[in-house]
């Protein structure tokens, strides 16, 4: 089997997948409406394209290597979980006060999105439990895994983006009121 080409295989097909995960869970036409998300939007395929090129020379390391970059991408795949869920936990706590601040389809938009990227987190730490011990599966399973990490970093900036984007037009509408 021919891991390096797993590499590049798994980043064209993140990228492909993208757009319609993209469109089931915020929309295209979002695109238009909120502009700062085209920064997690084309961040994701901006990602997907560097990978592509990177694993075109990307070499198999030694198994006990690979096994302490493993180490590194868990860490910051958990810190995007526990990010997503402190914002849920936060927002759900303060609900009150936020929903007064989003309404309708942006809150539940936004929680949604906090849902999604804290579930794309957590599945990328499913293949580590059934990663088998031959050279070339750690560094297949890595690129694998790096594809719902992406997703879930963007899909998060996407909620955060829709919050402000959202509190801003309140601002705004607000102070139209009072003047």
């Not at 006990?64 to 180490?71: G, H, N, V, W």
């Not at 995007?80 to 309404?103: D, N, P, S, T």
Request: some cysteine; hydrophobic content about 55%; glycine content about 6%.
């Amino acid at each position: 089997m021919n891991y390096d080409l797993i590499g590049i295989l798994t980043y064209v097909c993140g990228l492909l997948l993208w757009f319609p995960v993209w469109q089931l869970l915020i929309g295209l036409n979002m695109l238009t409406r909120i502009k700062l998300l085209n920064i997690a939007f084309y961040g994701t395929i901006f990602v997907c394209i560097i990978n592509i090129g990177l694993a075109c020379f990307a070499v198999i390391p030694a198994y006990d290597t690979e096994l302490t970059i493993y180490a590194y991408v868990e860490q910051n795949a958990t810190t995007v979980a526990g990010l997503a869920l402190a914002i849920a936990v936060f927002v759900v706590i303060e609900f009150k006060e936020v929903g007064l601040l989003l309404k309708g389809s942006y809150a539940n938009k936004f929680l949604s999105l906090l849902l999604w990227s804290f579930l794309f987190s957590v599945i990328g730490c499913l293949p580590l439990y059934w990663m088998p011990p031959i050279k070339g599966w750690l560094t297949a399973l890595r690129h694998i895994k790096t594809i719902p990490f992406t997703y879930s970093l963007f899909i998060l900036a996407a909620a955060i983006i829709i919050f402000i984007s959202e509190l801003k037009e309140r601002k705004i509408e607000k102070d139209s009121e009072n003047h």
